[in-house]
């Protein structure tokens, strides 16, 4: 009986240690993420002036969409997800196979291609910045070397947004190249071997084996990218100062950062992060509804 007892007072005390690591956690976690949330939810309902918060409903919402800004940053945002994905999404995808079916060298070209993922994003955009110089920039000196004429990149509304979405695929393309890497790795290589006896060329490898297998790290992939590019601000501002040429490059998050920061409207801030969150939210849930079905 004894025995019994002090079996117990271990498993308890056990438990205990286990919560309280658990509890703290949740405590940061709820502190840090949650409650910025919740915080975010009440202040877009609000109006802050001169030290005195009064609720102010849903004008704060009414405010920012009769904003012309409003519409021109969720354009910019949605052809900046798109570009990227075409980018972003593909040309990992692309990389990932290519170096799966190498035979040699396999292990430099991963710290290669995995190399500018472990660069600070900063000094990766201010090199791309430089790339981008009109006067002595790489990029225009290539050009011009193959006899081709040079572009204003960054300052030119029609490249602006192009050049932005090149130097962050080149930023993040790492990450995304060694999981489906890994990926596909783990694809059993008897099933290349029956394509490969049926008469399956590579890219027909690809399309029928490549792809199915590794159909669940795509969408994945697909989401967490989608949602990443939507609240894309580190290489606008920095390459273009935010706005860009003719507003070419003010996204969505930026927008936010300018009411909050420079026109000191939190509410009006506020209001526009709980439009994107409903937006992202009702993706995913849309999502994972049509993901749900095709299985």
């Known amino acids: 009986m004894a025995a019994i007892r002090t079996s117990t007072r271990q498993r308890v005390r056990q438990n205990l240690t286990a919560h309280g690591f658990l509890l703290g956690a949740l405590l940061c976690f709820g502190y840090f993420s949650w409650y910025p949330m919740v915080r975010e939810v009440v202040m877009s309902f609000q109006k802050t002036k001169r030290g005195r918060t009064t609720w102010v409903g849903l004008d704060n919402l009414d405010r920012i969409v009769q904003d012309p800004a409003f519409w021109q940053a969720w354009r910019n945002t949605l052809l900046f997800t798109v570009l990227a994905l075409l980018l972003g999404f ?3 995808f692309v990389v990932a196979v290519l170096l799966n079916e190498l035979r040699h060298a396999k292990a430099y070209l991963r710290v290669l291609v995995y190399l500018p993922v472990m660069m600070p994003p900063v000094a990766s955009v201010l090199l791309f910045k430089y790339f981008y110089d009109p006067g002595h920039g790489l990029f225009n000196h290539l050009l011009a070397g193959l006899g081709l004429p040079t572009l204003a990149w960054l300052n030119s509304s029609t490249t602006a947004m192009f050049s932005v979405v090149l130097a962050a695929t080149w930023m993040t393309m790492g990450g995304a190249t060694l999981i ?4 596909l790795q783990n694809i059993p290589g008897e099933l290349y071997e029956a394509a490969e006896l049926d008469g399956a060329g590579l890219l027909r490898r690809i399309w029928h084996v490549t792809v199915p297998q590794t159909r669940l790290i795509l969408s994945l992939l697909l989401l967490l990218q989608i949602v990443a590019t939507m ?3 580190v290489e606008p501002f920095l390459l273009t100062g935010g ?12 927008l936010i950062y300018q009411y909050a920061f420079n026109f000191d ?3 009006s801030a506020s209001a526009l992060g709980l439009v994107m969150l409903l937006v992202l939210a009702g993706f995913s ?5 049509l993901s749900r079905s095709a299985d």
């Open 90 to 92: 593909a040309v990992p």
């Open 180 to 183: 489906y890497l890994a990926a």
């Open 231 to 233: 609240q894309v601000f």
């Open 243 to 254: 706005n860009g040429p003719e507003g070419s490059t003010t996204t969505v998050v930026y």
């Open 265 to 267: 409207n939190y509410g």
């Open 285 to 289: 849930g849309l999502y994972v509804r």
